[in-house]
């Protein structure tokens, strides 16, 4: 029953005040979304390079077959624009999450939230689910993640060779990788805030987590690692489900920290 009641809060999330209130359609959200906003083309354009066929669609799946190389290419689309929109949503939801407790605590507000009729919990998931409805690029990112499963899945299993059978187990990963990536950044933003009262430092240290996990669990150095470990048959496996993996542990860390945090 307890989850039926969960449930059917969620389906009324839209019309809960601390949703609004985060998204912005009633009283002041944090500035820090507005001011970064304006930087958007910038960081739209540095995304797109970045995001240059190095995202989750791996080509390293064909390697060695001249045959694919038309092929490369045509993978390559979904995966440039799938890996420019996880790093500017990566980029942009720190500015959402980061100050979304540390302005609360700073302003004195947050004491009042917790004495509202609700757990600490739907408080949380409230602010963070309004945060990230100020961020319009879910369509998009579901229909770009969406191809980017469907053509490893479907590739793997046809040209895959021995590793067939895991075509459709690497194209879920896939799918689920560039939200993870989002989903840990606007966490990391929000267990930061918990813990430091300024919400500039706080958006600073959310930034620095970012930038540190894209780096140390890229699928370049789960490859690279393998390959030293002598696996070179699991290096495109590695490669794909070695981040998705270690994203997925730090989240459920993530949330289980905020939730112990919010309680005190």
């Known amino acids: ?8 809060w969620l389906g009324q999330i839209r019309h809960n005040p601390i949703y609004l209130r985060e998204k912005g359609v009633w009283g002041k959200p944090n500035p820090f979304y507005d001011n970064l906003s304006r930087f958007s083309p910038f960081v739209i354009l540095g995304a797109l390079v970045l995001g240059l066929c190095t995202g989750f669609s791996n080509p390293a799946l ?8 038309a092929f490369y290419c045509f993978i390559c689309i979904p995966n440039m624009l ?9 980029m942009m939801v720190p500015s959402l999450t980061a100050p979304a407790i540390s302005l609360e605590i700073d302003q004195g507000s947050w004491d ?23 961020l319009r690029i879910w369509p998009v990112l579901f229909l770009l993640s969406l191809l980017q499963g469907l053509i490893i899945a479907c590739s793997v299993s046809v040209a895959g060779g021995s590793m067939a059978i895991w075509g ?12 993870l990536e989002i989903f840990f950044a606007a966490l990391a933003g929000m267990v930061i805030s918990t813990a430091v009262r300024s919400a500039t430092i706080s ?3 959310s930034y620095g987590a970012v930038i540190m996990l894209r780096l140390f669990n890229s699928s370049s150095l789960w490859m690279g690692l ?16 070695g981040p998705v993996v270690v994203y997925t542990l730090i989240i459920i860390g993530l949330w289980l920290t905020l939730i112990q945090r919010a309680d005190r």
């Open 1 to 8: 029953m307890r989850l039926l009641d969960q449930w059917r």
């Open 82 to 90: 799938g890996s420019a929109l996880s790093l500017y949503g990566s």
């Open 112 to 134: 009042i939230l917790r004495v509202i009729p609700q757990p600490t919990s739907s408080i949380l998931i409230a602010k963070l689910l309004g945060a990230l409805a100020r």
């Open 226 to 241: 393998t390959s030293l470990l002598g696996q070179d048959t699991a290096i495109p496996i590695a490669g794909t489900a």
């Open 203 to 205: 958006l600073v240290a």
């Open 168 to 179: 459709p187990l690497l194209g879920i990963m896939t799918v689920a990788r560039p939200w």
């Open 62 to 69: 064909f390697s060695g077959d001249d045959a694919m190389t």
